[in-house]
């Protein structure tokens, strides 16, 4: 291969059916193309699944080739069957609207919407949405087989189950995008998850029966990310990772990455970063040499919540990380102490002063009264980050965070948050 962008992709592990690989080389070797990538409003957020081929298109737009970013407000009435086992539940118009809004926000933090190639986004309504059934059965439903659509994975591996005709016709809809895109912004490549195959090849069966010449539009798509364990990549102890901060605070964020297993660090930072080459092997050969001191897991966070998040954030989530590992919790504020704690047990309690010893018998922190006078005693209890010795000590409003909750820790690590009523 000579086309240097892609064997960047080969060698990241990007690519994983491409329909006519030598021609998509020819082509973007020869010429500076649009292509496109789609992404469906199911949620006011994308979590980091979606960003692999958002990612790929990146890069493509790095090389020179102008991303068009598809938001589908029209497909997102309907429902993708592709990968999924079971019909989609509908979604009303107004929570379609608000989606829409997240996810543009969020494709516009990755592409540079600036340059010679900038990146220009799209809503699938625009043309959809204006089109009626006559003209949708009739220019373009006559173009396609049924059994041609029996025969695509998505719809077939649904056949009993349970498929309706709406979801049946997505990839009609998709394909009629692809169609559009090619007409109207000389669209010549779509890339999708490896789920998109079968919508990605309705839309080049459209274009090539709707143009006289030999079409020259291919389709990519992308390797599901996965785990050496075995287990669904993208989750975090509380579900799935999302994008949005309320969702997901850039602290869980780039703790998720920073927790990534040895045997699966390079290859995510392969597929998510736009470190080089070179300096990704460099990490490649301190994972075989010095795994302890988890220097790729690290530089993956970094860049990951950079990218995602900003630098302000990315420090931020830095300094929650390492108060917590040094028990230093003096240095953070009420809302990062909030954050950080999210996920341990908490236990719920009235605002009345009450004496050390019976606060944390009574919060469960102590398992007895004689227990709690020696933990107290010997040091072993924190609140907010602050040792209490004095077993006299009285639990009261100067120790409310936001007047709301506080971090309570005994020995090193058993920490816990109680929130006052
Ligand atoms: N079907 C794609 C989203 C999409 C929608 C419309 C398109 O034209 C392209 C892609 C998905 O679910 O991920």
Redesign the pocket.
């Known amino acids: 291969m000579t086309n240097s962008l892609l064997e960047d992709l080969a060698w990241r592990g990007l690519l994983y059916q491409q329909t006519d690989a030598e021609g998509i080389e020819k082509l973007i070797t020869d010429e500076k193309i649009s292509l496109y ?4 409003p199911t949620a006011d957020s994308m979590h980091i699944g979606h960003i692999v081929p958002l990612l790929t298109l990146r890069r493509f737009q790095l090389h020179g080739h102008r991303p068009i970013l ?1 938001v ?1 407000g029209a ?1 997102g009435m309907i429902g ?1 069957p ?1 990968g999924r086992s079971e019909e989609r539940q509908l979604q009303t118009t107004e929570q379609i609207d608000k989606n829409v809004l997240g996810i543009k926000k969020q494709m516009e933090q990755i592409f540079d919407f600036q340059s010679e190639n900038g990146a220009q986004m799209v809503n ?1 309504s625009e043309w959809i949405g204006a089109m009626n059934v006559i003209e949708f059965l009739r220019d373009f439903g006559k173009l396609i087989n049924i059994n041609y659509m029996l025969g695509k994975d998505s719809i077939n591996s649904r056949l009993d189950s349970g498929l309706s005709f709406t979801e049946f016709t997505y990839t009609l ?2 394909g009629i ?2 169609n559009h895109l090619f007409n109207h912004y000389n669209c010549r490549i ?1 890339i ?2 490896s789920d ?1 195959w079968g ?1 990605i090849t309705t839309g080049l069966e459209m274009i090539r029966k709707t143009h006289e010449e030999e079409t020259k539009a291919f389709g990519i798509t992308i390797p599901l990310v996965t785990k050496a364990d075995g287990t669904k990549f993208g989750k975090s102890s509380t579900g799935a990772v999302w994008l949005d901060a309320k969702k997901t605070s850039p602290y869980e964020f780039y703790q998720f990455w920073i927790n990534t297993a040895d045997a699966d660090v390079i290859k995510y930072m392969k597929i998510f970063t736009f470190l080089d080459r070179v300096v990704i092997e460099d990490f490649q050969v301190s994972v075989e040499n010095e795994p302890h001191l988890r220097k790729a897991q690290i530089a993956l966070g970094e860049e990951m919540t950079r990218l995602i998040h900003g630098q302000d954030a990315l420090e931020q989530a830095v300094r929650i990380s390492q108060a917590l590992f040094s028990g230093n919790l003096k240095e953070l504020t009420a809302g990062e102490m909030k954050d950080a704690f999210k996920d341990v047990p908490s236990v719920e309690m009235t605002k009345e002063t009450k004496n050390i010893v019976d606060f944390i018998v009574e919060s469960g922190i102590s398992a007895s009264k004689r227990q709690a006078r020696e933990d107290v005693t010997n040091g072993a209890i924190s609140i907010n980050g602050e040792k209490v010795t004095d077993v006299a000590y009285e639990v009261g409003e100067a120790d409310r965070l936001e007047d709301e909750f506080m971090i309570i820790r005994r020995g090193k690590k058993n920490y816990k948050m109680i929130k006052f009523l």
Do not use: A, E, P, R
């Open positions: 990538c789609g992404v469906d598809l589908g497909t993708d592709s699938n809809i998709q995008d692809f779509q999708g998850g998109q919508n």
